[in-house]
């Protein structure tokens, strides 16, 4: 049972929502921890010329984060499908959560929709990492953002948009990213993040490969060290 939810949280992934989209990579993965956790992405293909970006983070570990991660997956898909507005996808998710979860159950939550013809980038933050825009070898933040999902029916999010250019990348993550300890209990962090990013930016990998150098520099770091959290990890690169 424990091994299917376990399977069940590496298949809500999206894949077949980026098949013949022109313009950009979109690279990602999903390390579990040893414990069940609530880490999820998710592509979704929207009208007309659109992406739906999603990452999610479930507070907790067990059956309950998992099955939280599956309900908040249908409801943003449910809502994003016939809505355009990030904060107001966010806030029905959201307002989803308050209803059915209990007062302790909240989940941080970054979606995001690409205009892959336009490359405009809009996205709404709900307690979320700030993801990483990286141009031109400089690294700025997403820095708008709001309260995690869950806590408040009511919250209202406001969401930031930014045009791409050719060359961009955008890196979103989960704090079990940032949060990896080596045997030292020194965390890889944000520094090393960036980093990372921009030395496979560097050696002008694919989205994949990114995600697969970033990963790489995290074990590097961090060695056999236990894992208490799932680590997601999502590249957009624009060509």
């Not at 107001?88 to 909240?106: H, Y």
């Not at 939550?109 to 141009?135: C, E, Q, W």
Request: hydrophobic share 50%; glycine share 8%.
């Amino acid at each position: 049972w424990l091994f299917f939810l376990g399977v069940l949280a590496t298949v809500f992934l999206g894949w077949a929502a980026l098949v013949g989209v022109p313009g950009v990579q979109i690279g990602a993965s999903f390390v579990p921890s040893y414990e069940l956790g609530g880490d999820f992405y998710d592509f979704l293909r929207l009208p007309p010329d659109n992406i739906g970006i999603a990452v999610c983070d479930v507070v907790g570990k067990g059956v309950r984060a998992s099955l939280l991660m599956a309900s908040i997956r249908a409801s943003l898909r449910a809502h994003a499908s016939s809505i355009y507005d990030m904060g107001e996808v966010v806030a029905r998710v959201n307002r989803d959560l308050c209803e059915d979860a209990l007062t302790s159950d909240f989940a941080t939550l970054f979606y995001a929709v690409l205009d892959y013809k336009s490359r405009r980038f809009t996205y709404a933050n709900a307690g979320h990492p700030s993801p990483m825009l990286i141009r031109d070898g400089q690294v700025s933040e997403l820095a708008a953002g709001g309260m995690v999902i869950g806590i408040e029916p009511m919250y209202r999010w406001r969401c930031d948009s930014l045009l791409l250019r050719s060359g961009d990348v955008v890196i979103i993550y989960t704090d079990g990213l940032s949060e990896a300890m080596n045997f030292d209990d020194v965390p890889f962090g944000r520094e090393r993040i960036a980093d990372a990013a921009k030395a496979a930016i560097a050696q002008k990998q694919s989205a994949d490969g990114i995600v697969r150098h970033m990963l790489w520099a995290m074990r590097k770091f961090a060695g056999l060290q236990t894992r208490f959290d799932d680590l997601t990890l999502v590249a957009i690169k624009v060509l």
